[in-house]
C-alpha cells in the first residue's frame, strides 16, 4: 500500500533519506532548522534595514552654509514671487473672474501670502519651504482632479499634465533641501 502524501512542511526541504524526519518534526540527522521569523521578526527587521539605510542618507547630507540656499528653494522662491506678481498685475489691469471683477481681499490675500513664502524661501527658512510644499500639493490635487473629471480638451490636458509635471518635481526635490535646511550644524571635535 502506498504512503498518504505528506504537506511539503513535513516532508523537509530535500526529499529522500536525508529529508526524512522524526514523528516529533525534527529531521533524521539530528540538526534543527531554525524556525522562520514570524510577521512580527519580518516587520521589525525591515524597521531595522530602513533605519540603517536612513541613517546614512543624514549622515551623507551636508548642512547649509551661511548664506546658503538649495537651488530648488531659489526656483521655488522665484515663481512663488512671479506668482505674486502676477496676481497683482492681473487685478491691477482689471482682469475679469467668472465674468466679474474679485474684491481687493481675493486677489491680496494669495499675493501677499505668495509674498510671505517667497520671501521665508529666499532666506532658506524650512516653516517656508513647509508651507509652500503645502501649496503644490493642493496643487498637485487640484492637477490630478482636473485631469479625471474637467480636462475636455487638448490644450487643457496639455496645461493641466505640465502643472502636474512642474508640481511634482518642485514637490519631490524639495524633500531633499529640507533636510538640510533643518539640519543643526554638527559639533565640531575639539
Not at 502506498?2 to 530535500?14: D, I, L, N, Q, S
Request: aromatic share 6%.
Amino acid at each position: 500500500m502506498a504512503e498518504p502524501r505528506r504537506k511539503r512542511k513535513e516532508r523537509g526541504g530535500t526529499g529522500g533519506a536525508a529529508g526524512a524526519s522524526h514523528a516529533d518534526g525534527a529531521p533524521a540527522n539530528g540538526t534543527r532548522t531554525p524556525p522562520r521569523p514570524g510577521p512580527r521578526e519580518r516587520m521589525e527587521a525591515g524597521y531595522a534595514k530602513a533605519e540603517v539605510r536612513n541613517r546614512a542618507a543624514r549622515e551623507a547630507l551636508v548642512p547649509l552654509a551661511d548664506g546658503e540656499r538649495p537651488p530648488v528653494v531659489t526656483v521655488s522662491a522665484v515663481l512663488a514671487a512671479l506668482v505674486a506678481l502676477s496676481i497683482v498685475i492681473a487685478f491691477a489691469a482689471g482682469l475679469k473672474v467668472n465674468g466679474a471683477k474679485p474684491h481687493l481681499t481675493t486677489a491680496a490675500a494669495p499675493a501677499l501670502i505668495m509674498c510671505v513664502l517667497a520671501w521665508g524661501m529666499w532666506r532658506a527658512r524650512y516653516w517656508a519651504v513647509v508651507c509652500f510644499q503645502a501649496v503644490l500639493a493642493f496643487l498637485i490635487f487640484a492637477a490630478v482632479y482636473a485631469l479625471l473629471v474637467e480636462a475636455n480638451s487638448v490644450t487643457g490636458f496639455a496645461v493641466t499634465v505640465g502643472l502636474l509635471a512642474v508640481c511634482g518635481t518642485l514637490f519631490w526635490k524639495m524633500v531633499k533641501a529640507m533636510a538640510r535646511i533643518q539640519m543643526p550644524d554638527r559639533a565640531r571635535p575639539r
